[in-house]
């Protein structure tokens, strides 16, 4: 079985310019998650999709992080513009009906 | 509030050994715990999973015990290999299933041969 998949690997910008990251779920997974992880620090949630809806949005920096995921599969995230402080390693995971979120190698993103 | 993952930031230990990792929680409302292996440059892998009926799971070479009086999760390495070099994180699940996770900061374990 396949795992999530994530690209591109690396992203290297310059602050106020956008960057967009994708990611493919396990096939069958209804659920969609992003992260943010932050060097030193455990991941945290930046988005929950079930299918196409959005179930958790609360922890996205809606003023410059949108995220979509127009078929319910898969799913992309972007910044616009991008600040310092967003370089991060961008998880995504996904899980089915066990409720398991199974990850991503995740896009590390420089802003310099 | 949130205060997953109090623990040592990093632990050393001789191959063979076994490696005890530990997780306090303060949300007396969270039913489902996790630890996942994190590699270099790679995404966390699930290692073994715990609802809040129970108190011990194992796995291979993998035990979690839960001890909800104290809040506290630990994480029981047998026989560590060098390849069980990474960070361990828990994370918590306050709603059960598929919901929100919070993550600690996670521990780095580093295994000598």
């Known amino acids: 079985e396949a795992g999530v998949a994530q690209s591109p690997r690396y992203k290297i910008i310059e602050k106020r310019q956008s960057v967009a990251f994708w990611c493919n779920p396990i096939s069958g997974h209804a659920t969609l998650y992003w992260y943010q992880q932050i060097l030193g620090q455990g991941p945290k949630l930046l988005i929950q999709?079930?299918?196409?809806?959005?179930?958790?949005d609360s922890q996205l920096p809606k003023d410059r992080f949108s995220a979509e995921r127009l078929k319910g599969v898969d799913s992309t995230l972007k910044i616009q513009p991008a600040k310092l402080e967003d370089s991060a390693v961008y998880l995504c995971?996904?899980?089915?009906?066990?409720?398991?979120?199974?990850f991503g190698p995740g896009t590390r993103l420089t802003v310099l | 509030g949130e205060n997953v993952g109090l623990h040592l930031p990093t632990l050393s230990v001789q191959e063979g050994d076994n490696s005890i990792i530990n997780c306090a929680y303060s949300n007396s409302a969270s039913d489902y715990f996790i630890w996942y292996k994190q590699e270099s440059g790679k995404g966390p892998q699930f290692i073994i999973d715990i609802r809040s009926n129970m108190d011990k799971r194992q796995g291979q070479r993998v035990t979690v015990l839960l001890n909800k009086t104290v809040k506290h999760l630990s994480l029981q390495i047998a026989a560590t290999q060098p390849g069980d070099s990474a960070v361990y994180f828990c994370?918590?699940?306050?709603?059960?299933?598929?919901?929100?996770?919070?993550f600690g900061k996670g521990t780095k374990l580093t295994v000598n041969p």
């Open positions: 999709f079930q299918n196409n809806g959005v179930v958790d």
């Open positions: 995971a996904s899980s089915g009906v066990t409720g398991t979120q199974y």
């Open positions: 994370a918590e699940n306050i709603q059960g299933g598929s919901e929100k996770l919070v």
